[in-house]
């Protein structure tokens, strides 16, 4: 089990950038991929980026795919999220997540995470 700890969100203009961090404790990290999902009001959580436990593959929803960069640092046990371009769309709570299984490739399914954190807030202005 992991625990971890998002940072890095606040309010922005349209067009504007953030850079989100999650830093985990536990020394599971680095064998797991990581996936960020986000929340907006009367939404369900929905699916942003993955990454794998080594940082080889990563995989984006359609609707950031160029313009969100998913990584991690296992030296540090901390993943990262570049936003750039953002959209009045993108505001919610960004939560990151651990997946279940070690060294296994990343998913898009909630259930296959089992450690999250506790979402940092990112509002996209107009």
């Known amino acids: 089990q992991v625990q971890l700890v998002e940072s890095g969100g606040g309010l922005v203009q349209a067009g504007g950038s953030l850079r989100l961090s999650c830093a985990a404790s536990?020394?599971?990290?680095?064998?797991?991929?990581m996936g960020w999902f986000r929340q907006a009001p009367g939404k369900e959580r929905e699916f942003v980026a993955v990454?794998?436990?080594?940082?080889?593959?990563?995989t984006y929803a359609d609707s950031v795919k160029g313009r969100f960069t998913i990584s991690r640092d296992n030296t540090k046990n901390t993943g990262y999220l570049q936003m750039n371009y953002l959209k009045p769309e993108d505001t919610a709570v960004y939560y990151c997540?651990?997946?279940?299984?070690?060294?296994?490739?990343?998913?898009?399914?909630?259930?296959?995470?089992?450690?999250w954190g506790q979402g940092t807030q990112v509002t996209v202005s107009s």
């Open positions: 997540a651990a997946r279940t299984l070690s060294y296994s490739s990343g998913s898009a399914q909630k259930d296959d995470y089992s450690d």
């Open positions: 536990g020394r599971t990290f680095s064998r797991r991929a």
């Open positions: 990454i794998s436990w080594s940082g080889s593959d990563t």
